[in-house]
């Protein structure tokens, strides 16, 4: 949060801790300000605090990119706890945006100052960054959310591809436990008097788990 109040001498900043905004004009990073206008050094200030926003949106973006491509490689917990990080930023970023948009729509109205002519044009420059930095972050918001949603999807589709799997590896395995338990029981079995008994009993295993092997694959 960052307070201004515009006097006829002078503009008063209160604020809760250090920000970027207001420590790039004291160390004169920020051209062409006039200090004297308290109006004018207003506009500059949410000017410059869009134009942070703009930054660290991108470099946002080029997280979410990072994450992207790591997530097609890894299934981790981790990738998604810094995805919701990210997200949580941009809720962050995305309010304080719409609150400095409500401010400029009260500059643009004259209720709280009067704008004087010199600095119509750069209110309108401000409005228009503003609501750029905005659609920036509602974008990489709708991004982050349906990246999520891939992933969950791409988890689902892998969990079901791996229980598939595994019911048919179970399936193909009792094959041959049923044959072997039939011929396990002491009741007369056919080829109980076959020499080759036990190959033909695997032979039959063989070709029942294999048939079923063919039959799942098609």
Excluded: C, W
């Amino acid at each position: 949060p960052l307070g201004v109040v515009i006097s006829r001498n002078a503009a008063i900043t209160i604020r809760l801790k250090e920000t970027e905004v207001l420590s790039d004009f004291h160390d004169n990073k920020v051209k062409a300000v006039n200090t004297s206008d308290g109006v004018n050094f207003l506009l500059q200030v949410l000017k410059h605090a869009t134009h942070h926003y703009i930054r660290y949106l991108q470099k946002i973006e080029k997280d979410i990119d990072v994450l992207e491509e790591t997530l097609l490689k890894s299934f981790r917990n981790e990738e998604i706890v810094k995805l919701l990080l990210i997200q949580k930023q941009l809720i962050y970023f995305e309010t304080g945006i719409a609150s400095n948009s409500t401010v400029l729509e009260e500059l643009v109205g004259g209720d709280i100052v009067s704008i004087p002519k010199d600095d119509v044009t750069l209110l309108n420059h401000v409005i228009s960054e503003n609501k750029q930095a905005l659609e920036m972050g509602s974008i990489f918001s709708n991004i982050l959310s349906n990246t999520l949603d891939a992933y969950a999807s791409v988890i689902s589709n892998n969990l079901n591809t791996v229980m598939k799997f595994l019911a048919s590896f179970t399936i193909i395995l009792s094959l041959p436990v049923i044959v072997a338990s039939v011929y396990g029981m002491n009741v007369p079995l056919p080829l109980q008097n076959e020499p080759a008994a036990f190959l033909i009993i695997l032979l039959i295993s063989l070709v029942l788990s294999l048939g079923t092997i063919y039959i799942f694959m098609k």
